[in-house]
């Protein structure tokens, strides 16, 4: 099993539309963990950390689910801008690691 | 966040060559590291640069084959060396970060771009 999977899409879907990805990842003992953006061609950016208790900014949530092992990126009123691949980011013991991405295509 | 630069952006290289890849940071940080990223797959690590000691390669990578220097606090090199066209990728530096987050986070510099023919 990957330390971190990834369904490598392509999710595409339409302008306003909401999408979700999920994460899941194997090690119970992980203690952080990260959304991050990558545009074609370009360097991942950091979109936002994730927490127990699930957080939002904007139209962007994010969620943990310890128990099961996943966490989870939800986009509401997609823009076409979002279109990009996401990846999840797992820290263990300051071992990080990458999911391969979800690549997402907002269409007109 | 800190700002990061690369160089070069992009090159093609020979065979049997090799290429130093530069990454300079803004701000003096603790932790760098180098990855690659080849076509179609995720960030793997290849190794810590370590300023003042020998950088800590993950499984797979050696230091013969991925040199690295760590001179001072901002700025690191990446040799690959004796390059095959397996060596294409892109190759990524990035920093870890406390300031402004509540756990310490990775930011990346834009990448080189190498392929070998």
């Given at each position: ?24 990842y194997s090690n119970s003992a992980s203690q ?65 690691t990458f999911g391969i991405g979800t690549k ?5 | ?27 003096q940080v603790t932790m760098m590291f180098w ?83």
């Open positions: 099993r990957k330390e971190v999977e990834q369904d490598p899409g392509p999710f595409n879907v339409p302008e306003g539309a909401t999408v979700a990805f999920n994460c899941t952080s963990f990260f959304w991050y953006r990558q545009d074609c061609r370009k360097e991942p950016k950091l979109l936002m950390s994730v927490y127990s208790s699930g957080n939002e900014d904007g139209r962007f949530t994010a969620q943990l689910n310890r128990a099961s092992q996943y966490i989870s990126l939800l986009i509401r009123d997609s823009k076409l801008s979002d279109s990009a691949t996401y990846l999840c980011v797992v820290n263990l013991y300051q071992k990080v997402l295509q907002v269409i007109p | 966040s800190a700002v990061i630069s690369q160089k070069p952006s992009r090159d093609i290289c020979q065979r049997g060559t090799s290429l130093t890849i530069q990454c300079q940071v803004d701000s990855y690659r990223q080849q076509p179609g797959q995720s960030l793997t690590l290849i190794a810590t640069a370590n300023q003042g000691s020998e950088a800590t390669y993950e499984s797979g990578f050696v230091i013969d084959k991925f040199p690295i220097s760590r001179p001072n606090l901002t700025f690191s090199t990446l040799t690959v060396s004796n390059m095959s066209p397996e060596d294409s990728s892109i190759y990524l530096c990035s920093v870890e970060v406390l300031a402004g987050a509540p756990e310490k986070t990775q930011y990346f510099g834009p990448g080189t771009r190498l392929l070998v023919l």
